[in-house]
């Protein structure tokens, strides 16, 4: 009989114990929470898509633990608004540094300054080919296609023709920005990388195969100084 009321007494204590533990632990949790620092990060209110520009509208700010949160995590909306999304950002993501871009930063590569249906080309060109190293990225060019030709034994006549009008300068050497957009006022280049259709790209190649290419530069517009400028303050 006693053993029996030692036993119910030993389970009792044990449930009373668990029933303890259990307040004390649900009691630190609360303390822990309450005393954990927490930081505001911008995050996406819904799916942003690739190459999207980010609408104020897609964003949300929200709490979450300062340990948890990514060095490079957004704290304002002001910072990301108006920015493009280099790839889909999904609901709920915070946004990260290394996921958006400015437009100006966004032509910082060569690939995405190609418009639709056209391709990049490249042709090796000197100091007088290149209009003495004056031609700029965004400028327009003529492209003019000179080869040699032999009336006979002593006498040899040029021709030159008028192979390409107003293409777009997309680099010059591994430049992809004007002058004034850059620290270097002038650098050297051995390259010029034009905006082309395809056609026209395979019909640069085969005329710098053949004969000597040269550059005439077009004046810039007014209209162009303008983006620059927009794109500038962006």
């Known amino acids: 009989m006693r053993s029996k009321i030692v036993l119910i007494m030993a389970l009792l204590m044990g449930v009373i114990t668990t029933v303890l533990f259990f307040n004390y632990m649900k009691q630190f949790d609360a303390a822990t929470v309450s005393t954990t620092n927490t930081v505001e990060v911008v995050v996406a209110k819904e799916q942003i898509e ?8 897609k964003l949300e700010i929200v709490q979450m633990p300062e340990k948890s949160v990514h060095p490079e995590a957004k704290k304002s909306i002001a910072e990301v608004e108006g920015k493009l999304a280099t790839s889909v950002i999904v609901k709920g993501e915070p946004i990260l540094s290394h996921r958006i871009v400015t437009e100006k930063e966004e032509t910082l590569y060569v690939s995405r300054k190609i418009r639709e249906g056209y391709r990049a080309v490249s042709v090796g060109v000197n100091f007088n080919q290149s209009v003495s190293n004056l031609i700029e990225p965004e400028d327009d060019v003529d492209v003019i296609f000179s080869k040699a030709k032999k009336e006979n034994a002593t006498e ?22 004007t002058s004034e957009e850059t620290e270097e006022p002038y650098v050297e280049y051995s390259s010029v990388t034009l905006e082309l259709k395809q056609s026209d ?24 100084e303008k983006e620059k400028e927009e794109l500038a303050t962006k």
């Open 50 to 57: 690739k190459n999207e520009r980010i609408s104020s509208k």
């Open 156 to 177: 040899t006549i040029v021709d030159s023709i008028v192979l390409l009008e107003k293409a777009r300068v997309l680099a010059v050497g591994r430049k992809l920005m």
């Open 201 to 224: 790209a395979l019909k640069l190649i085969n005329s710098a195969e053949q004969g000597s290419i040269h550059f005439i530069l077009h004046q810039r517009p007014i209209e162009k």
